[in-house]
């Protein structure tokens, strides 16, 4: 088996085929939604990946790999018959992110048997994320003062939705380095409603979001949600979560909803623990100083 960079883009149709039969499979996606979209562009220069053959040529994983700077994010997609290479595959990753100038590596592990291979390689668990999920319908609505208003997105709302988003995810990893590029690209996909954005202004001030997308025929996602830092504390987040929990139910017709939340946000896992949410698996991200 060897591995070589990504070609782009004769090369795209068969990795995303590979991630899409991964996220069929076994229900979760094995590349962060950011990585695959940069990969389904595939226009970028930038080094977006590696791919590792089998014996036959076959290809056996893609390895999505972001590098910032010196610190290189890494996730596998790798077809079960080879997941006993596990280890052959973290060697050849971390050598060749090594070579090409990587001084630290995290490496998200969505699968027992790669966190194990992490933990037995010397990486080091540096963050957990947390996948949690409820039933619907959520139960009633909560009564919104006036002025406040809530109402879906509209074109022009985009450089008020990037300024809440910053201020509340001021150095979030994944949200806080949201801008207009990417925002534009997220609501031209094809699972993009509107109206499962929900917007929450006070006049013309935009105070927060909940942003719902469909997952599959009875699943939604929480995809993100905001409340201005100024205006934390007065039960907003509440009121846009179970607004968010009734698109799901109502516009997409799913019994039950998911969300991400770090497991060091406290607030927010009081929050989602009120509302009926239970921990349903733990996305964890190892480290390792490599040069």
């Given amino acids: 088996m060897r591995l070589r960079p990504l070609v782009r883009p004769d090369e795209v149709p068969a990795v995303a085929g590979l991630v899409e039969e991964l996220t069929t499979l076994e229900g979760h996606s094995p590349v962060g939604e950011h990585k695959f979209l940069d990969l389904l562009g595939a226009g970028s220069e930038r080094i977006m990946g590696m791919v590792f053959e089998g014996d036959d040529g076959s290809l056996a994983a893609y390895v999505a790999a972001n590098p910032d700077e010196d610190l290189w994010t890494v996730e596998f997609a790798i077809r079960p ?15 060749w992110i ?7 590596v995290r490496i998200w592990a969505y699968r027992d048997d790669l966190a194990a291979s992490l933990a037995d390689a010397g990486f080091s668990v540096e963050r957990d994320l947390h996948q949690l999920r409820r039933r619907l319908p959520a139960g009633p609505q909560i009564s ?40 534009a690209n997220r609501t031209a996909q094809s699972w993009f409603d509107a109206e499962a954005l929900l917007m929450l202004w006070d006049g013309q001030t935009l105070v927060g979001f909940c942003w719902s997308k469909p997952v599959d025929e009875r699943t939604g996602e929480i995809y993100v949600i905001a409340v201005d830092p100024d205006r934390q504390g007065e039960g907003l987040g509440r009121f846009l979560l179970l607004e968010g929990l009734d698109v799901i139910r109502t516009r997409f017709g799913a019994d039950e909803a998911l969300l991400y939340v770090d497991s060091t946000n406290s607030r927010a896992l009081a929050l989602y623990s009120s509302l009926g949410f239970g921990l349903d698996h733990i996305d964890r991200a190892f480290t390792m100083n490599v040069g």
Wanted: charged letters at 30%; hydrophobic letters at 40%; zero cysteines.
């Fill in 81 to 95: 018959e080879h997941r006993t290479r596990i280890g052959q595959l973290l060697d050849e990753v971390v050598t």
């Fill in 98 to 104: 090594s070579e090409a100038g990587g001084r630290r």
């Fill in 144 to 183: 919104l003062p006036a002025p406040l208003e809530v109402r879906g997105f509209r074109v022009g709302d985009e450089a008020a939705w990037l300024e809440v988003n910053a201020r509340a995810f001021e150095g979030h990893p994944e949200n806080g380095n949201w801008d207009a590029e990417i925002l």
